[in-house]
């Protein structure tokens, strides 16, 4: 939370137009009270939370609402225009995260000519180029729709896209939204529910990092789909420098819910568990078929969810190159894919039979996840060896 400074002695009213903004003074606005921390110019450092410092000159004047309290528990921001009209419109920009698309806090835009020039100078902030990522829905008020808003219980919290949607009874022209991001207003379906449309997986899976009490650090992994090359290779190769790197300290979480894959991203990703000091929890969280049991199996801590259910089978092939060569492969795969099935007969997910089956006659074996758990316990664990 930024450090700021709220007192608000000597407050001085906005004129019909403001252009020479003083730094560190409260100047009143439609009853708000707002505070300048940036001047157009004024060069402004940021550390991101990975301890990279950046700097970058602020388009527009910036500031921040006293007595309000945004998404993250500081004061609402808001930029202000040169030549700022007391009576101009009020873009409210529903920032979003670039990468997810979920609404992150407002930005309020005051004083602007136009939504373009509000928006280019909003962008123009971002010196990283990642202006138009964030920039979510905008909703235009007018000075007292805004102050009506804002006054409305737990605005700041939610996008403020979401003012008409939420019944709130606001004056003619306001409410107006512009966007295609998640956190702009959406359609009802019958029943009254609003439809919101979920953020698209065609970037790939992603390793969410979290600090937690003991200063230590938690991974999560959603392995969600199936293992492809194209897909996850990029992720297998973070997985693994994130296993090889951990401490004793670290817990690292694996969701599963896949089809299986590459039984060679699969051994990427078991080896390294094998490897690391950290430790590594499991869930079966829906269909565990083929790499992806193999996986839920390696882990050190093994969790079965409601409506997980396992399939296993002897590995499929495609190799090419010379005859000898195509036999030594072959015999190495045979050798191999046995050793992970009778792993699983090690902790008691399948029988012996089941993977003289899936062996001599290439069987698929399902069992349900409720058969799985009465034959390992709801949760099972083993102790970390080297292969």
Avoid at 35 to 50: F, H, M, N, P, Q
Avoid at 289 to 304: D, F, L, Q, V, Y
């Amino acid at each position: 939370m930024q450090d700021r400074n709220n007192n608000i002695d000597n407050v001085i009213p906005l004129s019909p137009f403001d252009s020479d903004w003083v730094k560190d003074v409260a100047y009143s606005f439609a009853d708000l009270v707002i505070k300048i921390e940036y001047l157009a110019g004024d060069v402004r450092t940021k550390v991101t939370s990975s301890g990279l410092v950046m700097a970058g000159v602020m388009p527009a004047a910036y500031g921040y609402i006293l007595r309000t309290t945004d998404a993250h528990g500081e004061e609402i921001d808001m930029y202000l225009a040169p030549m700022a009209s007391v009576d101009a419109l009020v873009y409210v920009i529903d920032q979003v995260d670039p990468e997810t698309g979920t609404f992150d806090e407002h930005k309020v835009m005051f004083g602007f000519s136009s939504m373009e020039e509000a928006i280019h100078t909003y962008c123009g902030v971002f010196g990283d180029g990642t202006g138009p990522d964030r920039l979510g829905a905008i909703t235009i008020f007018s000075k007292e729709d805004f102050v009506t808003w804002l006054s409305t219980d737990g605005a700041a919290l939610r996008p403020a896209s979401f003012y008409k949607a939420e019944g709130i009874i606001s004056k003619a022209g306001s409410g107006v939204t512009v966007g295609k991001r998640p956190c702009q207003e959406k359609p009802r379906d019958e029943a009254g529910g609003v439809i919101v449309e979920l953020t698209s997986f065609k970037e790939g899976p992603k390793i969410k990092i979290v600090s937690n009490e003991a200063g230590s650090f938690e991974y999560h992994l959603h392995l969600y789909s199936a293992l492809k090359v194209e897909t996850w290779s990029n992720v297998i190769d973070t997985l693994c420098r994130v296993l090889d790197l951990a401490t004793d300290k670290d817990i690292v979480h694996i969701h599963i819910a896949s089809p299986g894959g590459y039984v060679s991203l699969m051994g990427r990703i078991i080896s390294a568990i094998n490897r690391t000091k950290a430790k590594v929890i499991t869930y079966a969280e829906g269909c565990v078929a083929s790499a992806a049991t193999a996986i839920w199996a390696s882990g050190h801590e093994r969790h079965i969810c409601p409506g997980a259910y396992f399939m296993q089978h002897m590995s499929s092939q495609l190799l090419l190159g010379k005859t000898t060569d195509i036999a030594a492969k072959s015999v190495f795969a045979v050798k191999y894919i046995e050793t992970r099935l009778n792993h699983l007969v090690d902790i008691g997910l399948f029988t012996q039979d089941e993977i003289n089956d899936m062996v001599d006659k290439s069987a698929d074996v399902y069992i349900s996840g409720r058969e799985a758990v009465n034959r390992v316990g709801k949760v099972s664990t083993r102790l970390i060896t080297q292969e």
